[in-house]
């Protein structure tokens, strides 16, 4: 009889750590969701999913493999109180160039020649709210004409959430090229 974690992932018990990651990477790019776009073939495959993930929750973490393996041959296994992490791990970052900067030290200042007024930044807000006030008004009193100028604030608070942004990298793209 077979494990079923380790038919799951279709590795024997003896398998090397790397060979069960591979087999889990193999199997999750077969059974993934997205990898599908019928939906009754992605419903399907999310339900492979999750068994492949739980297999490879135990057999991928070296301290609950041993467990696992330990209750699979009828050994008492140690109770997860005493367990202790595996210290032979040891993080490194992918590239560690900028570690030796403290963040605090870092000023706070943008680029000479990109700031944008405070009315340009408030425009977009003011002209948002005024148009909600406007079309809120003009149905109360049922006024029109109070209405469409609340629909025009709205559309032009549209289009200056859009402007004020791009107003700022032009700024900045301008700064950069009389650097």
Not at 12 to 20: G, I, N
Not at 73 to 90: I, K, L, M, T, Y
Not at 131 to 143: C, K, P, Q, Y
């Amino acid at each position: 009889m077979g494990d079923r974690l380790y038919d799951r992932l279709g590795v024997s018990p003896e398998a090397t750590d790397a060979e069960v990651r591979q087999a889990w990477l193999r199997l999750a790019r077969t059974h993934h969701p997205d990898a599908h776009s019928d939906p009754a073939a992605r419903a399907a495959a999310e339900v492979e999913m999750r068994s492949i993930n739980e297999a490879w929750a135990v057999l991928g973490d070296p301290v609950r493999r041993a467990a696992h393996d330990a209750r699979r041959q009828g050994e008492p296994s140690r109770p997860s109180a005493v367990r202790r992490r595996d210290d032979s791990f040891v993080f490194v970052p992918i590239d560690d160039a900028d570690d030796d900067v403290d963040p605090r030290l870092l000023d706070d200042e943008g680029v000479a020649g990109t700031e944008v007024d405070r009315s340009i930044q408030m425009l977009p807000v003011l002209l948002l709210l005024g148009g909600i006030a406007g079309v809120a008004l003009g149905f109360l009193i049922a006024l029109p004409f109070l209405i469409a100028v609340g629909v025009v604030g709205l559309a032009l608070a549209g289009l200056s959430f859009v402007v004020a942004p791009l107003q700022a990298i032009s700024r900045s793209i301008s700064a950069e090229r009389r650097r």
